[in-house]
Antibody, heavy 119, light 111 residues
Framework: QVQLVESGGGVVQPGRSLRLSCVVS????????MHWVRQAPGKGLEWVAV????????YYADSVKGRFSISRDNSKNTVYLQMSSLRAEDTGVYYC????????????WGRGTTVIVSS | NFMLTQPHSVSESPGKTVTISCTRS????????VQWYQQRPGSAPTTVIY?????PSGVPDRFSGSIDSSSNSASLTISGLKTEDEADYFC??????????FGTGTKVTVL
C-alpha cells in the first residue's frame, strides 16, 4: 500500500538550516504532487509548500517564502523540504502528503517528523 | 486570501449526530472543493471527505459532507457517533493564488 516516511527532523538553533525528506512507496510517485504541511504544538494544520509532478512548479505559504525550498527526486521517490533561517515559530511536526491535482485533497499522509527550533 | 472558520469543539453522546461547519470568510465556498481530515490524538491526519461530498474507500457512510452557498459554508456530518470518532477535524480548500487554506479545526468529543 501507499506509504510515506518523513525524516530529518531534530533540534536546531534559530537562524540555522535543516533538510527534511519524505520517501514514498506503493504508488507511481512521479504522477502525483506532494505537499508539506506542518502543525505547531497544540495548534492546527498549516500548509507549507507543494511541488507538482515533474518538480518544475512549486508554491509556498507566505510564512515560509524565501526561506524554505521544496524539491523532489523522482528517481528516488523522495520529496525534500530545505528549511533555512529557521525561527522559533517554525517549530512543529512536519507532514508530507500526496495529491492528485491542484484543488484535490491531500490523499495520503506520512506520520510526520518533528522540528524544534530553540537556542 | 480567505479564512475557514470552524467551531472550536462539539460534543455528543454515542449514537447521536454531530455536524461541523466550515465557514469561508470571502469568496464563494463553491469556487473550489472542500476537503475534510480527521486527526486522532497522536496520529497523522487522514481524509474522511474529499471534493465536498465524496467518501474515500474505507470511510464509513456515517460520514457525509456538503456545501451551502447561502451560508457560504461546508459541513461535515457524523451520524451514529462512535467513541472512535473522537478526534480533531479540519476542513481545507484551495485558494486561486496557489495556496491551501485549512480550517481552524474542531475537537469532537464523544460523551
Amino acid at each position: 500500500q501507499v506509504q510515506l516516511v518523513e525524516s530529518g527532523g531534530g533540534v536546531v538553533q534559530p537562524g540555522r538550516s535543516l533538510r527534511l525528506s519524505c520517501v514514498v512507496s506503493g504508488f507511481t510517485f512521479s504522477s502525483y504532487g506532494m505537499h508539506w504541511v506542518r502543525q505547531a504544538p497544540g495548534k492546527g494544520l498549516e500548509w507549507v509548500a507543494v511541488v507538482w509532478y515533474d518538480g518544475r512548479i512549486k508554491y509556498y505559504a507566505d510564512s515560509v517564502k524565501g526561506r524554505f525550498s521544496i524539491s523532489r527526486d523522482n528517481s528516488k521517490n523522495t520529496v525534500y523540504l530545505q528549511m533555512s533561517s529557521l525561527r522559533a515559530e517554525d517549530t512543529g511536526v512536519y507532514y508530507c502528503a500526496t495529491t492528485g491535482g491542484p484543488s484535490g485533497p491531500m490523499d495520503v499522509w506520512g506520520r510526520g517528523t518533528t522540528v524544534i527550533v530553540s537556542s | 486570501n480567505f479564512m475557514l472558520t470552524q467551531p472550536h469543539s462539539v460534543s455528543e453522546s454515542p449514537g447521536k449526530t454531530v455536524t461541523i461547519s466550515c465557514t469561508r470568510s470571502s469568496g464563494s465556498i463553491a469556487s473550489h472543493y472542500v476537503q475534510w481530515y480527521q486527526q486522532r490524538p497522536g496520529s497523522a491526519p487522514t481524509t474522511v471527505i474529499y471534493d465536498n461530498d465524496q467518501r474515500p474507500s474505507g470511510v464509513p457512510d456515517r460520514f457525509s459532507g456538503s456545501i451551502d452557498s447561502s451560508s457560504n459554508s461546508a459541513s461535515l456530518t457524523i451520524s451514529g457517533l462512535k467513541t472512535e470518532d473522537e478526534a480533531d477535524y479540519f476542513c481545507q480548500s484551495y485558494d486561486s493564488n496557489n495556496s491551501y487554506v485549512f480550517g481552524t479545526g474542531t475537537k469532537v468529543t464523544v460523551l
